[in-house]
């Protein structure tokens, strides 16, 4: 298709398709002319992907383009490349290397991963953005006098983990690697606010049926 | 407790804490001479949940004034005493009104409302900011390309209810109706970075196990 049509079907202003295309977060449609190139359908998945990263997650131009290099790095093993897009996203905060809260947090977050069994978890540590999330959170959380221990933690670890079972499942329905690297980015950014709301409707589901209205 | 002592065991600088004090996030000490107030083991607890508020979650100060008013409003039932809290604290994007996308996600929320039989969230319906969000967090699902029907929703749905059970166990352990609310609050704000984190984890963790690294 020509990119009067790319921009028709996929609802993005041709000016915007213009813009991603310069600057490498889409690539380039095979030329057909001097001033014509044709687009296929991976250029109007990749377009969603992209505007899912920059409209919706908010994600810096120059992170998309790292996390769409992951994508498409088909040297990578999947779980390895699916790791490399998702770790390119923008993260929450880090842990202060000497905070003693972050020391104590790092060790009840080691022994949730031992308790759980999860064995990459705790192989990869701390170079995972995850897992230094995890523990900055816990920090914060001890220091503003709400302590979370491992036990404490280890019930909604198997919930999450019987989440995660989900949308591993819901990747398994694409058909190619490339795509299923794209439909977690995708998931990882839009799907968070679907399960918090979810959560909090629940919650009030579930304070209703304990205490009445 | 004198200020400086309620300085001292908060870690709150006194001067924070009379900013507090002024802004009414924060009720007055009693009175026991001209310049001097004695505080109770309730202030240090709400001044952990006012900075848990303030300096974690980035509520505005007016918003957090709202949802401490709920917190303390005993003549509310257990259930509408915890959803004004929360609903008070700051939501996400709300649907457009007259937007075909949001309309159509709206009825896949009733639908797996319906389906789950979460009758008290069909109800309160659209007056819950959770039901709002979740339908404008539907609708750019749609828009992007990545539609999301109530059959997709629903395991995702019955995992975060027993989620929302284990809040709901957690919040038993505390003795009094406003330390309940206090605790909803502060995990709303503190515990979401908590389970985000601890989904990605898992993620990595499933997908090692299905793929190898």
Chains 1, 2 share one sequence.
Do not use: F
Request: with cysteine.
């Amino acid at each position: 298709m020509r990119l009067a049509e790319l921009s028709g079907r996929s609802g993005v202003p041709t000016a915007t398709i213009k813009y991603y295309l310069r600057e490498g977060l889409l690539p380039p449609g095979e030329r057909v002319s001097a001033t014509q190139a044709e687009y296929g359908e991976a250029h109007l998945r990749r377009l969603r992907l992209v505007r899912a990263l920059i409209q919706v997650g908010k994600v810096p131009v120059a992170a998309a383009r790292e996390v769409l290099a992951a994508v498409d790095d088909d040297s990578l093993g999947q779980t390895i490349r699916l790791g490399a897009a998702l770790w390119a996203l923008p993260q929450g905060v880090r842990p202060e290397p000497d905070d003693p809260d972050a020391v104590a947090a790092a060790r009840e977050v080691d022994r949730l991963l031992a308790d759980l069994g999860w064995s990459t978890s705790r192989e990869i540590g701390n170079l995972s953005p995850a897992y230094r999330t995890l523990v900055a959170a816990l920090a914060t959380l001890a220091r503003l006098g709400y302590p979370c221990d491992a036990a404490h933690l280890a019930p909604y670890a198997e919930q999450m983990g019987r989440t995660a079972a989900l949308d591993l499942d819901m990747l398994e329905e694409y058909p190619t690697p490339v795509e299923k690297v794209e439909a977690a980015v995708a998931a990882a950014v839009l799907y968070e606010p679907v399960l918090l709301s979810l959560r909090r409707l629940a919650q009030e589901e579930e304070s209703a049926r304990r205490y009445g209205l």
